[in-house]
């Protein structure tokens, strides 16, 4: 009983300084106590979170709760405090590789809850990715490291200075040799500063860089054939014929989204001003990017070269100004036909010619199609050329060079800034081993994984919205990476450890920062100019100054270093394939959203697989499902196979970033460690490989189970030919008897009435959509058992539907969100009247009303409503309550959800609207899904108005409602897909699946 | 001029007033028989799993079951339609078969209105813990409320609460007023206090005189009048749960008499498998004859001829209406991922009461058991196949899902049967199974020419 009242007395804070302090909020310095801190947060309960905002109003005046301590700046408002319920928005930078992603981040009370792209920035433009999207769910993340730990005891910062104190001092002595830094690549002033500050204090020190998925072998080429470290940003509305070689440039290249956005406004075709451009992909795995192909031709990976070589000479044979094509070149027999069509077209288009490798191609390939690209005349058209200032390239022979002194016992200590090389170095370097022999390891990660336990020391690393640091763009722009939230697990930025290791002393990320700034922005006016950066998000009239290709190699000396391609690939010697997934290559493996993001083309969640050709896969007799062993060379990788129409034969996709071990809660068990068949001989494809079956099989969830359209007019597709023969096709696809109701009809001609218009021409599948909506929705995350038996709770989802032949099928994609059906079949059978219509034509769903009779999700023909089967969101842990949205309900158990066309945002648009004494403009409201699509292929907004854009695309031809014959008079419309063949290749495409208007629905 | 027309006796043997009445008490009033023991042990048991299976649903969620996206609805509703299917032969029996004066009925009214009763009992168990949160369900009864919020009255779910709850309350009532006569009888028999008490009350003052027995069939009468049109209604508004929904294969307007013809083939089908373990176990093949037995499937075969007839004519209107999705939906019946349930459900509904066209076997009390057995099976495959093939694959492919119930599934439904048979085993040893009064009616003694010459044997006169 004593001892009871003791601990009892000890719940009572005497003071309100402590009080602050037992929640770690005290702390100024950068260095100490945030231990404890990050511990206590993933315990933070709703009402504890609260107490504690309390707590910090009333030290209102020592210190912001959850909140940088540094001066930052709202984007839109300019707040002189949080108004509680009123998000603020702060424009911030995320860096990716060399690219930066600028976006704005919406946070309530302190916590950040969404991210927009932010629309000044010219790598997002407003729009985003789904990496961008899931990098809120990245910050709450609980399983982040959260100590800083050496040889499993935990320690301070400190304690780490003291111990590089006494490195730095003999490192000091011998200008560093034996020190070395294993970094990430960036393009960051700060950064780059820091570099050379430390190339200065240790010249003797090895950098090396590393990421497995960059653009190392363009830059290379690039550099080898300018002689400049260039970047090229491609500008995919200015070109009329595309051929992209192996480049999934709408999904996993760098600067996807500018070029989802810019590949759009080349395709659009009948609008006025607007032309249609032709894409023509040659890939092996089937992408996204190959989906929205006109002509897509499959070939191994090492063929592409060969096909290019082919290309090559077809051209130079139709009179292209190339110098020097040896003769003898291209001889390999493809798809002659498919050749001359590309070729002919290239030519025609000339300077609107635009020819893309991917970053799985070699540098030689890179380096032909620079030169291609060159004498067309589309390099300083379609390709604007900027240096890359400010950068670091990922070198894999650099990583090559550093493993084999680091064996050999060279290395003395390794700093191993962000990363996990353990994990994802080419497996024949044999990293994890290398490692050993190093006497001092220190990782800075963000989580405990496969390199942290190996290193000697870990310390955490902060979340990109936690900490200061800088970013250039592609295009040179300059802008600021501004913390949104004060650290949550304590960690340290790169800026800030570098900035250690350079000053041997603790180092605030925010002065390393303004120091950097300090030259960049000049001394006049610094604080206004700096203060104008942080609010826009980006230093306005940085841009580089483009830099003329000019060429330094020609062809035959490119040809010349060829070696001989290898042997067909066959049963016996399978080619495999490394790839982008969901999870990139790795890094966000434990991100809920995105394990449970259906992978766009095989629609797996939670596992990555060995991807395989029907005809393959029926030669090696496996299945779906069925466990196989991958043999190449001596090393060895069991995992299960899953059939994919439309990739090459004997070819075998690989997704990269699963098959992890103690990394998350998330991540553990999904997936198959690919990174152990990559080597450094191999690490886009390699061939030799053979497959065995093992006899098992596993079960892999999947959220489509059917994948033809079955001939039905769903997706309404025509050629540009057809469709200026009959530009009304879509809607006359099918025939049925008038729509009536036998109930009145409710009059929905006054007031807002909200619609949507989504077109399935420019749509990419991307799934940027699916994963906003699941931000801004509060949309649990149900696991891979859940998934499988068919309970996935995506508001907004993509269909997938291959059409033609089994072995050349097209593919088509379709966001299916709620339809706010006008004469909705799911309100007219909800016995409680849980879901209404609103008088603004919304179906509204009252989840208090709800008591889960499942009827409504029945009788849905778009089968668009999910139900909470279990109370999902029970597990959630409780650090990552704090990323919901608070205008959204969390729902329980047993109850129907929907879209609802971000109802949220309406009312929050309206109330704005009101506030300024303001009509609501169109284009106030953007919905998630609409809002994050880098492909702009969602328009939302007023019905009524006639000027609206979404009224006028209604009333567009290529308009059409899914199911409208079963007169439920959906609000959401499709604009339907158009293709745009080449005449020469058209007889070939199969029509199998395209709806032509003959074909009658609904009698 | 032809030979009088001679109906078989309804009841074999010899029997007299006093005979019926001590053998059908006797069976209430006797120790109860060893197998009665182990029956209701089992019953128990399958109850205790009911229990069980509902206790973790509510405490996990509807996860727990096999239902999914496209199939919100899985074998709860199959079960409840069945359920609610078995339970049309009692009133049928019981109301319709009364007004067209088909007096073989005496002998197994009771008993298939106690199945009826119990076995919407069952039904009734299944709306109700299939939401999602079941302690809710309440909120679809028109119930006042501070809210001011009315049930959405153009659901059919709607109508099935209505529907369903006034089926149960009319049967109740008829089967209650077929008692009271019999209840007297029990009370008068009664040797301890308790049971006088109870029969007593339960009796309510019945002694038999004329005037009684003049209300009486007026009673009963007007409550078969009511019962009548309900035994058509419930089973059609059911079907409506289907009908009114959009989806292919659920939206056709064959299913009201559909479901009727389907709902009185599976109640007679399970009066028989009833029937005969009773009169087995309790010795009364004299009062349940092989007669009775065989005029139950003449109308098994009836309505499963009425049953495979829909079947057939489905696919035709399937055709004949243009409809892709429609003729989707019968060709993936027959041979998309169900097919399995849909000829399990052929061979069961329409080839095997076929059996019933030849008189031998149609009085054959083992071939009649498996064929009942069989028909039960068909007619939960039926509701299956309707409910869940039409649901797993729909309008759009991309949504198109396979379900597979779970254990707890399973485990409901043979749950279920705990509670059907424990209601089942009780009511026979406390209750007269057999109406005694009724029976009466038919014996020859009941003829007021009785003892006279040509009299007809076999009642008296209408």
Known sequence: MKRYAQDKNRRHWSSIAQRADSAGIQQHSPVGHRDEQSSDIAQIGRRNFLKLMGASLALAGVAGCRRPEEAIVPYVDQPEEIVPGVPNYYATTIPFDTSAYGVIVECHEGRPTKIEGNPAHPSTRGASSIFLQAAILGLYDPNRSAKIRQGGKNREFADFLSFWGEQAAAFAADGGAGLAVLAEPFSSPTLARLKSEFSQAYPRARWVTYAPLSDETRTTALKSLTGAELVPVYRYDRARVILALDADFLQHESESITAAMDFAAGRQPGDAGAAMNRLYVVESAYSTTGGMADHRLRLPSEDIGSFLLALLRELADRGLALENVPSGIGNTEFNKKWTAAVASDLLEAGQAGLIVAGRRQPPWVHELVFLLNHALGSAGQCIDFFPLNDAALSSTAELNKLTTDMAAGQINTLFILGGNPVYNAPVDFNFAEALDHVAHTIHLGHYHDETAQRSAWHISQAHVLENWGDARAVDGTLSVVQPTIASLYGGYSDIELIGALVTAGPAKGYDLVRTTWQSIIGPNDFEKKWRRVLHDGVFEGTVSEEITFTPLKSADRIIAELSPPGRDVSQENLELGFYASNVFDGQFANNAWLQELPDPITKLTWDNASLLAPLTAEKLGVANGDMVELHLDDRSLALPVWIVPGLAEYCVALPLGYGRRELGRVADGAGFDTYLLRTSGGMSYVRGATMTRTGRTVELANVQDHNTMEGRPIIREATLSEYQARPEFAREAVEHPPLKSIYPDYDYGKGFQWGMVIDLNVCNGCNACVVACQSENNIPVVGKEQVAKGREMAWIRTDRYFAGSLEEPRLVFQPVACQQCENAPCEQVCPVAATVHDKEGLNTMNYNRCIGTRYCSNNCPYKVRRFNFFNYTAEMAEVVKMAQNPDVTVRSRGVMEKCTFCLQRINRAKREARKRGQELNDGDIQTACQQACPSRAISFGNLNDPASRVARLKAADRNYELLAELNVRPRISYRAKISNPHPQLAADEPTGGRHPASETGQG | ?462
């Open chain 2, 1 to 462: 001029m032809s030979a009088p027309i001679t109906e078989t006796p309804l009841l074999t043997g010899k029997h007299s007033f006093s005979g019926i009445t001590a053998k059908i008490s006797g069976i209430a009033e006797r120790k109860a028989p060893v197998p009665w023991y182990l029956a209701l042990g089992a019953a128990l048991s399958l109850l205790l799993v009911l229990f069980g299976s509902i206790g973790f649903l509510v405490f996990e969620g509807v996860g727990i079951w096999g239902v999914n996206n496209p199939v919100g609805w899985g074998w709860a509703i199959v079960n409840f339609v069945w359920w609610v299917g078995i339970g049309h032969a009692g009133t049928l029996i019981s109301a319709i078969l009364f007004l067209l004066r088909q007096r073989w009925r005496t002998s197994i009214n009771r008993f298939a209105e106690a199945m009826t009763l119990f076995a919407i009992s069952c039904a009734l168990i299944f709306p109700g813990i299939h939401v999602g949160r079941m302690w809710l369900a309440y909120w679809m009864f028109p119930i006042p409320n501070q809210m001011g919020m009315w049930p959405n009255f153009r659901s059919p779910l709607l109508w099935d609460v209505f529907a369903v709850s006034t089926y149960f309350i009319a049967s109740l009532l008829f089967w209650y007023t077929g008692l009271i006569p019999d209840l007297a009888t029990f009370r008068d028999r009664a040797k301890i206090k308790i049971k006088k008490v109870i029969f007593g009350i339960l009796a309510m003052g019945w002694r038999g005189g004329n005037r009684q027995w003049r209300h009486y069939e007026l009673a009963y009468l007007i409550l078969a009048g009511i019962s009548t049109p309900l035994v058509l209604s419930v089973h059609s508004v059911v079907s409506t749960d289907f009908a009114v929904s959009i989806i292919p294969g659920w939206h056709t307007t064959i299913f009201p008499p559909y479901f009727v013809a389907g709902a009185i083939f599976s109640g007679f089908a399970m009066v028989v498998t009833l029937t005969i373990i009773a009169r087995k176990i309790f010795n009364i093949g004299d009062i349940i004859t092989v007669n009775h037995l065989e005029k139950m499937n003449k109308i098994i075969l009836l309505t499963g001829s009425m049953v495979g007839y829909a079947y057939g004519i489905e696919f035709f209107i399937a055709w004949y209406s243009g409809n892709m999705y429609e003729q989707f939906t019968f060709i993936n019946r027959a041979f998309g991922n169900y097919a399995w349930a849909y000829w399990i459900m052929i061979f069961c509904n329409v080839l095997v009461p076929q059996v019933f066209w030849f008189k031998r076997l149609r009085r054959s009390i083992p071939v009649m058991f498996i064929a009942s057995i069989f028909i039960n099976i068909g007619m939960w495959f039926e509701r299956f196949v309707i409910v869940v093939s039409s649901l797993s694959r729909d309008f759009l492919p991309a949504n198109w899902d396979y379900y597979s119930p779970s254990i707890w599934d399973i485990s409901t439904f043979i749950g279920s049967f705990g509670l059907f048979f424990t209601l089942f085993l009780l009511f026979i040893r406390f209750l007269p199974m057999i109406s005694m009064a009724e029976v009466k009616t038919v014996l020859p003694e009941a003829d007021p020419h009785h003892g006279v010459a040509h009299s007809r044997p076999g009642g008296r006169h209408d």
